[in-house]
């Protein structure tokens, strides 16, 4: 079957499913990327807290891990999402 057939198959909702399939297009092959919330949003066509609620979503299943990024003046910066694939665990 095909790459997301797991993510199919959960009882996530579609706006977890959208936003794993956008930083699933973005990552590198360690399945890492951070984009910002604000990107994602507007690339996606969703509120900001649309977003932060897939997150979420994706995060208490097990989909997604973040990390918070600082710049050097201490100031923060996007997260680090980290991805597990979706059909190789």
Not at 35 to 62: H, Y
Request: hydrophobic share 30%.
């Amino acid at each position: 079957m095909g790459y997301f057939t797991s993510l199919y198959s959960s009882e996530l909702p579609h706006r977890a499913r959208a936003v794993y399939m956008y930083l699933s297009d973005r990552s590198d092959k360690e399945g890492k990327c951070y984009p910002a919330i604000g990107t994602i949003a507007r690339e996606l066509k969703l509120s900001r807290s649309t977003v932060k609620r897939a997150l979420a979503d994706l995060e208490k299943s097990g989909y997604l891990r973040k990390e918070q990024r600082w710049r050097e003046n201490g100031g923060k910066s996007s997260n680090m999402f980290y991805l597990r694939k979706s059909d190789t665990s």
